[in-house]
C-alpha cells in the first residue's frame, strides 16, 4: 500500500505524540526514584541511590512483594489446570449448553471488578462462612486468570489439525500418551504466553484484592496505593514502580517471542 | 457373502448416522489381503467415512467390522493394525522429519538404536534420507506426502488407509506419486484402502473400486469392469463419460425397454456417401480436439449424444447431419433398483 507523503508525515506525529504520552510519564517515574530531593521537585536538582537502599530494606514493601509474587503464581498455577482441561472439553466436545458454558467461562475478565470483588466477597464470608486471607485472594484471581489461558489454549486448539489427535491414536498412542507426546507440546507455547499474561494480571490487580484480602494480607498494589500519598514514601513507591517497569519488561517481551515463533511454527 | 475368511477387511450392514442423515447406510464390503483397493465417489457420499470407521476414528450406528476375520468395530484406532495416510497429512509440527516417522515405534516402545535404524530405511525407501532433521513446515507437499507415508507403514501393518493423499498435489506430482504408490504397494504386499473422488485415479491404481453414492455402494468391480459394464446410472455418469438412455428414449430410439449406456467411443459416424441410414441420427453441435481424439456433441432430438474419434477422423461442421452407428454388445442395460442416483 502507498501512502502519500504529507498523509505519512501527520501518521508519524501522531504516532509520536501517543508513544510519548504513554512513555514519557513511565520515564519521570524512573528519574524521579533517583530524585534527590523528597519532595520530588522538578526538575530535579541532584540525584541519589538512597530511595533504592530504602526501599529494599523496607520490610513491609517487600513482603507485599513476596505476598504478590505467591497469590500471582498460585493463581496462575489454579488456572492453567482448570483453564487448559476447559478448553480441552470445550474443543473435543458437543454437548448441550456448550456455547453458554463458553461465555460463562470468558465472563469473569470482562466483569467490572468491583462486582467480582463485592461477589466474591459475599461468597467467601456469609456463604462458604471462610475467613478472608491469602487463600481467598488467590481463588479470585483464579476466577479471572483462568480466561487468559483458557482463550489461548482454546485459540491454539482450534489451529491444531484435529487430524494430529487422530493421527497419534492411529500409530499406537492411548488417549495420554497422545496428550503427552502431541497436544500437550502443541499447547506448550500458548500455556506460556496466556500464563505470564494471567500472572501479569493477578500481579497488579487491586480492586478484587481489595474485597477479598481481609486485613492481614497486603499485595503490593495495595502497598503502593496506601503510601503514594504519603509525603515521606512517595519516593519509596517510585523506586518500586521502576523497579516493576523492569521486571515486566522480560515476560512480555519472552510472551511475545514466544507467540511469534509459535505462530510460524504451527502453520 | 458371509464367508470372510481371508479377507483383510469385512464390512457388514455398516451404517454410520448423524441424527436423521445416515452418512453410510447398509455397507457391506470384502477387501483382499494384498489388494489395492479404492472407494471412489463424490464429496460427501459417504467413502471417507467408512474409512474412519475402519480406521475406528469414528463408530458404527450399526454393522459389524472385521480385520483379518476379527471383530474390531468395539476396539480404539491404536488397539487396530491399520494405518492412515492423512489428507492434509497430519504431521506432527513439532517432530522433525525422522522424529516423526518413528513416532510409531517410539509409543510401541521399540529402542532407541532400533527405531532409528527401522525410520531411516522407511525414509530411505521414500528417498528422504537428506531431509531427516527438518520440520515438516520446512518440506514441499510431495515431500510431506512422503513422510506421511513412511510414518504409516513402519509400523508395518496389515492394512494402510489413505484419504485422498493426492489431492492436494498438483497434476505433475500427483501422476508421479501415483506410480509410486502403486510400486510401494506391491514391494509392501500389504491391503492398499484408498479414497478418492478422481475416478481416472482410481482406474489407474485399483485392483478394485468400490463406488459410492449417497452412503450406499453402487457397485464394486475391476476398473475394465466398472467402465465397460457399469450397473447404474450413476457409475455410468461417474465413471468415464457416457450416453445415457432413460426410458423414454431407449424405447423411441433404441426399440429398447429399460435404462441404457453407450460409450461415446464405442459410436461411430457413418460416411454420407455410404447411404446407409445409421442407428441414430442428429446434427453436430459441437466438435473438440482433446489430443488423442476429438469428441463430438451431436444433437439427437432432445438427447445430447457424445462421439469420440480417434484424431484424424473426417472433419464434421457445426450443423451438419449426422448418421451414428454402433454394436448391439455396446449397449449396456443398467440397473434401476432406485439405487441409482438421479
Not at chain 1, 60 to 79: F, K, Y
Not at chain 2, 106 to 130: C, D, S, T, Y
Request: glycine residues 8%.
Amino acid at each position: 500500500m502507498r501512502i502519500p507523503a504529507p498523509v505519512k508525515a501527520v501518521l508519524s506525529v501522531i504516532v509520536c505524540a501517543v508513544l510519548a504520552f504513554v512513555y514519557i510519564p513511565l520515564i519521570i517515574v524512573v528519574i524521579n526514584s533517583f530524585n534527590a530531593s523528597q519532595s520530588l521537585g522538578w526538575p530535579p536538582q541532584s540525584f541519589t541511590f538512597e530511595w533504592w537502599i530504602r526501599a529494599f530494606s523496607d520490610k513491609v514493601a517487600l513482603s507485599a512483594l513476596g505476598t504478590s509474587l505467591v497469590v500471582a503464581a498460585c493463581a496462575t498455577v489454579i488456572a492453567l489446570v482448570l483453564g487448559t482441561l476447559a478448553s480441552l472439553a470445550l474443543d473435543r466436545f458437543e454437548f448441550f449448553g456448550k456455547e453458554g458454558v463458553n461465555l460463562l467461562i470468558v465472563l469473569p475478565i470482562a466483569l467490572p471488578g468491583i462486582i467480582t470483588g463485592i461477589a466474591l466477597n459475599n461468597a467467601f464470608t456469609t456463604m462458604l462462612g471462610m475467613r478472608l486471607g491469602l487463600m481467598t485472594v488467590i481463588v479470585a484471581h483464579a476466577t479471572f486468570c483462568i480466561v487468559t489461558i483458557y482463550n489461548n489454549v482454546f485459540a491454539r486448539m482450534r489451529r491444531m489439525s484435529g487430524n494430529l489427535r487422530d493421527a497419534a491414536m492411529d500409530l499406537g498412542a492411548d488417549a495420554f500418551t497422545t496428550f503427552r507426546l502431541v497436544t500437550f507440546p502443541q499447547l506448550r507455547s500458548a500455556l506460556l504466553a496466556g500464563g505470564l499474561l494471567a500472572f501479569g494480571l493477578s500481579f497488579d490487580e487491586i480492586i478484587v484484592t481489595q474485597f477479598t484480602a481481609g486485613t492481614g494480607v497486603q499485595t503490593l498494589p495495595i502497598w503502593i496505593f496506601d503510601n503514594m500519598f504519603r509525603p515521606n514514601q512517595a519516593p519509596i513507591v517510585n523506586v518500586i514502580a521502576t523497579f516493576l517497569v523492569i521486571v515486566s519488561i522480560i515476560p512480555i517481551t519472552l510472551a511475545n517471542r514466544i507467540g511469534g515463533k509459535a505462530a510460524t511454527g504451527v502453520a | 457373502m458371509t464367508e470372510s475368511s481371508g479377507m483383510a477387511i469385512s464390512l457388514r450392514g455398516v451404517e454410520r448416522r448423524f441424527g436423521e442423515v445416515a452418512a453410510v447406510d447398509g455397507v457391506d464390503l470384502d477387501i483382499a489381503e494384498g489388494e489395492f483397493f479404492s472407494m471412489l465417489g463424490p464429496s460427501g457420499s459417504g467413502k471417507t467415512t467408512v474409512l474412519r470407521l475402519i480406521a475406528g476414528f469414528d463408530e458404527p450406528t450399526a454393522g459389524t467390522i472385521e480385520l483379518a476375520g476379527k471383530p474390531v468395530h468395539h476396539l480404539a484406532s491404536y488397539d487396530r493394525d491399520v494405518n492412515t495416510v492423512f489428507q492434509d497429512y497430519a504431521l506432527f509440527p513439532h517432530l522433525n522429519v525422522i522424529e516423526n516417522v518413528e513416532f510409531g515405534l517410539r509409543v510401541r516402545r521399540i529402542a532407541k538404536a532400533k527405531r532409528r535404524q527401522l525410520a531411516r530405511e522407511a525414509l530411505e525407501r521414500m528417498r528422504l534420507g537428506a531431509l531427516e532433521t527438518r520440520r515438516p513446515g520446512e518440506l514441499s507437499g510431495g515431500q510431506r506426502q512422503r513422510v506421511a507415508l513412511a510414518r504409516a507403514f513402519v509400523v508395518d501393518p496389515k492394512v494402510l488407509l489413505l484419504d485422498e493423499p493426492l489431492g492436494a498435489l498438483d497434476k505433475k506430482l500427483r501422476e508421479q506419486m501415483q506410480i509410486e504408490l502403486k510400486d510401494l504397494q506391491r514391494n509392501l504386499g500389504i491391503t492398499f484402502v484408498f479414497v478418492t473422488h478422481d475416478q481416472e485415479e482410481a482406474l489407474t491404481l485399483s485392483d478394485r473400486i468400490a463406488v459410492f453414492n449417497d452412503g450406499r455402494i453402487q457397485q464394486v468391480d475391476t476398473p475394465e469392469n466398472l467402465y465397460s459394464a457399469p450397473a447404474t446410472e450413476f457409475v455410468a455418469s461417474f465413471v468415464g463419460t457416457s450416453n445415457l438412455f432413460d426410458e423414454q428414449a431407449a424405447h423411441r430410439l433404441l426399440g429398447l425397454s429399460g435404462t441404457y449406456t453407450i460409450r461415446p467411443e464405442n459410436l461411430r459416424f457413418i460416411a454420407a456417401e455410404s447411404g446407409r441410414p445409421g442407428r441414430l441420427s442428429g446434427t453436430v453441435r459441437n466438435r473438440m480436439f482433446i489430443g488423442s481424439s476429438h469428441r463430438t456433441i451431436v444433437d439427437v432430438e432432445e438427447l445430447e449424444i457424445s462421439v469420440l474419434e480417434p484424431a484424424g477422423s473426417p472433419n464434421r461442421e457445426i450443423g451438419d447431419a449426422v448418421a451414428i452407428d454402433f454394436n448391439d454388445a455396446d449397449v449396456r442395460k443398467l440397473r434401476t433398483d432406485g439405487l441409482s442416483a438421479a
